[in-house]
């Protein structure tokens, strides 16, 4: 589920559908219902969020439909799904573990750079610290105490840092005026200096934060993918070569790669969330 579309797969079945305006909850739930119903009746349900939910399910915020917030999911979704087994998680966390299934890895780290910046750990094949104790917000970790301001009211996160919109403004202020993103990315292939720099600086804050988070996960890998990351050839190798940079004797630096699914990833997540339904367990 997105802010603007809802994408589903049952099987080998795929579909999608676009919000509109928010009237109200119900009516969201029932093109939900009638788009799944075409696709046949699942037997569990895995359910990828953005929004901010609690332990039991209740959502605390979702920024793109604020007229969910308070409603339980396990309630609603209960109703929509009655019999069958259902179970939600953070978009970011599940397209780590998606991630770490496509390449046949048990730990890795992943960060999803686009609008904003998602992510997860995976750690022995599950999401870590487990789907019940919340979700690993990756993007809001302080990677510069004297940094921008971020959408969470907070200076300094990684998303207010390397986020698509954040590498734009640093493009903005190197060129004098926020270029397109398409004149964006044909400069960056173009090798123009204020593309290339603007760039570098978000890639060594993603390596900031990968390193920082490889010396307590120690993951096998980290992953790079995401809409924005992936419009711009060699994004990871340039996080790669910012890590070589924060090198420390004895701690190899952790390969960073880039990640396979694109924006499917939360959507092959869920799938996998519904063939687990443990890892939503309380």
């Not at 559908?17 to 093109?31: E, N, Q, S, T, V």
């Not at 750079?113 to 750690?123: A, Q």
């Not at 104790?133 to 907070?154: K, Y």
């Not at 063939?275 to 309380?282: C, P, V, Y």
Request: proline share 6%.
């Amino acid at each position: 589920m997105g802010g603007t579309k809802v994408a589903f797969r049952i099987g080998g079945r795929s579909g999608e559908m676009r919000w509109g305006p928010f009237r109200d909850i119900r009516d969201d739930l029932a093109r939900v219902a009638a788009a799944v119903e075409e696709l046949g009746e699942p037997e569990a349900v895995g359910v990828a969020m953005p929004a901010t939910l609690d332990h039991t399910g209740t959502v605390l915020a979702w920024s793109n439909r604020p007229g969910w917030t308070g409603a339980n999911l396990y309630t609603l979704f209960g109703e929509v799904f009655p019999s069958v087994p259902v179970s939600f998680a953070d978009d970011g966390d599940l397209a780590a573990v998606a991630e770490a299934d496509a390449a046949g890895c048990a730990d890795l780290v992943y960060f999803g750079v686009g609008t904003g910046i998602g992510g997860g750990i995976v750690s022995g094949g599950r999401p870590w610290p487990g789907l019940a104790r919340g979700s690993c917000e990756l993007g809001h970790l302080i990677v510069d105490r004297n940094g921008p301001p971020c959408t969470c009211g907070r200076s300094g996160c990684l998303q207010a840092l390397a986020s698509g919109p954040a590498t734009l403004r640093r493009a903005a202020g190197i060129l004098g005026h926020e270029p397109e993103f398409d004149e964006f990315t044909q400069a960056y292939q173009d090798a123009k200096g204020w593309a290339l720099a603007a760039v570098q600086e978000t890639c060594a804050a993603l390596a900031t934060a990968a390193v920082g988070v490889a010396e307590l996960a120690h993951p096998s890998r980290v992953l790079i993918g995401g809409g924005f990351a992936a419009a711009l050839p060699g994004f990871a190798a340039e996080v790669a070569a910012q890590a070589k940079t924060l090198a420390r004797p004895g701690q190899p630096v952790v390969p960073i790669q880039p990640a396979a699914l694109g924006g499917l990833s939360s959507l092959h997540g869920a799938v996998l969330l519904a063939a687990n339904q443990h890892w939503g367990k309380h």
